[in-house]
């Protein structure tokens, strides 16, 4: 019997795979996201799509002309870029000019992404750096575009002028009050803040659809719980300096960040130790930045400062050994 | 963190790391060992780790199955003529594991003076020396693919303070139901074989490995251990089938004996350092024939499987017999085959062509298909930790991935590759696809030669 000699190929094992692609999780992050997008579109309208989009559009162009410039494969459809897209449009206010995004995401993929040689190697959280980028060249779309939430209003949102609510946060109770308008009539404020109805960020605002995602992470094993505890557990730390430390643990973006951008795999450490110190450090900054510094989302910042220590918390802790030293035999 | 819950009902199975792999075991699982004799053989000499053992016969030359036909006088072990006929060639073949080896071909032919390996009465009682000395001669190694020479292994140093037998009944490979078969068939044989290593070690007490994936084999061991009932032997053993969680590397020694008795056996160092010998079932049946029958190691049973064989087996092969006539004993393959395996999936070897030989070595032979097999490209790492998770030892093959990557293979040690016993579970699970293992061996390598460069200066 004659047999046809197959093209065979060669390699070590393991000659399989468990068939997780990043790819595969980065979709899955990006599914993860869409229910707060969802809740976004509810209470300030179709607008916000507009953001998200343009925001994933600037990402997406920049990362493909890296990646035409570099001579290899278009990265875009590996989720990445999609889900800087994703966590930038959901940092910035509702009310800004649809433009601007484009230009946040673009600039941000370039100076934090492609300068270091693309996805694995960057030191910064990326959709942040965008973020820093708009703040320092839109300063007063970044921080005045609010718009009051509220449903079925979806073809025409009111604008709601002045700052955001959480700017107050350091001036006292008094302020507080002032500064939070545009809750629904008759609810608490601690309620409106859990469930999103208040003004806000794009897709920070509702604790709620934030934690439905990011339970669908923790089921996948896509993420631990190790690094949200610990900045949570940070955060907690210093509420005794917030004039209302309920509000100030529901807002700010506190639970975005610490559940889709300090656990971003790159920026952040791998061991157990690393994660829980770099988790608390950026909760204590962020209260430092919120409470002393006045600057409403400061988990932004402190996600930042702490992308600059993983590094050398991947030095510092390391796994530990399963078996004792021996002698070698 | 949120396995807490999930501990399989108890069993025991190793700390740290770990996959679960899809088994594909129920392709060949259910077939039962069929023999299978092919019309030639090629026997490469080295059938062990170490040196290659000196052929003993020439061209020409009429040999009868069990005849020795390479000698171990210059280390190696002894090789045995797995078919009585006429050897046709002493030259150079392909060795699945050595590539290019030397290798002694056989025609097979009907002789009328062939051995029939009966029992030999009184083999219970032999002495300690004489029972390594028949597992010495008759070419056993470790069949669970390291092929290590057993009997060196059962020479314990005199200081060596050894109380427990392990029979690695795990085959933890998916695929890999070759052990799973004999232990189902054979398993007064294994038992009694353990009895011997044992006796030969001079331990009290052996536990047999099976994982829960395979609990009819476990019951088929503890019910051959209750008939035999061998605690109340002249060298009373007491014997016992645990059964742990299937995890993969849950057969690896140091796994293993961590999983069965808690104890750790030291970074790079051996099982005897707590007190421990791990054999493999097929080598305590080849241990037990080699005592009791005096048959040299000249067959072995080998799992043909993969989405890619039409019929998949467990066939019991002499030695030497070729891919080739194997395929078609297995009703031939697809051409969907992308990758031919000599032993499982996880840690077995890709082959370059079918023209390759069975050895003592080789548990399997797996035709697989694009489908179920990993051709993908990879990418930069990027720091999800799961190869961190995954590895049963705590080591580091990320550092060492991208530390190679840039050419600083001799700045990785402190993150393990000298340890790296290459079990895969990191490259499994990566989802970037790095090869991790291979990054490992780079790294090992050149520390190994470093190490013959330190040596050639000093
Ligand atoms: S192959 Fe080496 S590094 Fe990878 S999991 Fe196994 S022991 Fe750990
Ligand atoms: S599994 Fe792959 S991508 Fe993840 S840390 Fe390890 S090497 Fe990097």
Redesign the interface.
Known sequence: MSMPEPHLYLSTGPHIRRGRTTADIMWLVNLSLAPALLWAVLVFGWPVLGITLSAIAGCALAEHLACKVRGTDSTVYDGSVVCTGLLLAYTLPPGIPLWMPFVGGALGVFFAKTVFGGLGYNIFNVALVGRAIMMATFPVEMTTTWLTPGFGQIGGVDALSGATPLVSLTGGPEAVEAAIVGLPEGMSEGLAFLLGLRPGSVGEVSVLMIVAGAGFLLWQKIIKLTIPLSVLGGALLMSPWSPDPVLYMLSGGLWLGAFFMATDYVTSPSTLKGQIVFGVGIGLLTGMIRNWGGYPEGICYAILLMNTMTPALEEWFRPPRTAPKGTPS | ??RLFASHHGEPTF???G?H??EHKELSADHAIEPFVPRSVTVPVSQSLGAPSVPVVKKGDRVVRGQLIASDEAGGVPVHAPVSGIVKSVDRGIHPVLVLDMAITIEAREQEDEPTFQEQPGWETLPREELLERIRVAGVVGLGGATFPTYRKLMLPDDAEVDTLIINGSECE?YLTCDYRLMLEQAEAVVLGAWLIAKIIGVPRCLIGIEDNKADAGAAMTAAIERLALDRSDHPVAMEVVVTQTKYPQGSE?QLI?ALTGR???????PM?VGIVVQNVATAFACLEAVRNRKPVIERVVTVSGRGIHEPKNLRVPVGTMI?PI??ACG??D?E?????AGG??????????NAPVTKGTSGLLF?TRA?????RY???????EC?DV??????P?KVSQYVEVGRALETEEF?PLECF?C?CC???????R?L??FM?VAKAAYRHEAAKQRTHA
Do not use: H, W
């Open positions: 963190m949120l700390a740290r790391g996959i792999p899809d998916p140091k961590q750790l056996v030291p970074q790079r160092g051996l350092q080739q395929i078609e031939g393959f051409d085959v992308v990758k031919v395996l999936p996880m840690m077995g070897r890709a082959l370059a062509d079918l697989l179920e097999t990993n051709l993908d990418q930069p790492c990027i720091g999800c930790g961190l590895c049963p030892l705590g080591l580091e990320n393990g290459e895969g490259s499994y699970s990566c989802p970037s696809n090869p293992v291979q061996q």
